[in-house]
């Protein structure tokens, strides 16, 4: 996990990988320990949202 991001008294853990291999350890910990909403996951891949993570690409982070 790289950030967390704070709106409407949630916290939003936000995990960046670089490429398309996407297995985020330390964000599945957080999200077994803390249970939040959702999470963000920023990569190469596309938009989509499974298991309670939203995926967005590189270059929509701006949309966040």
């Known amino acids: 996990m790289d950030f967390l991001i704070i709106r409407d008294d949630h916290v939003i853990p936000v995990e960046c990988k670089a490429g ?28 989509g949202f499974m298991d309670g993570i939203k995926s967005v690409p590189l270059y929509a982070v701006f949309c966040i």
Do not use: E, Q, T
Request: avoid cysteine.
């Open 20 to 47: 398309d291999h996407v297995k985020a350890k330390s964000l599945m910990v957080y999200k077994g320990k803390y249970k939040p909403a959702y999470s963000i996951r920023i990569s190469s891949r596309n938009f």
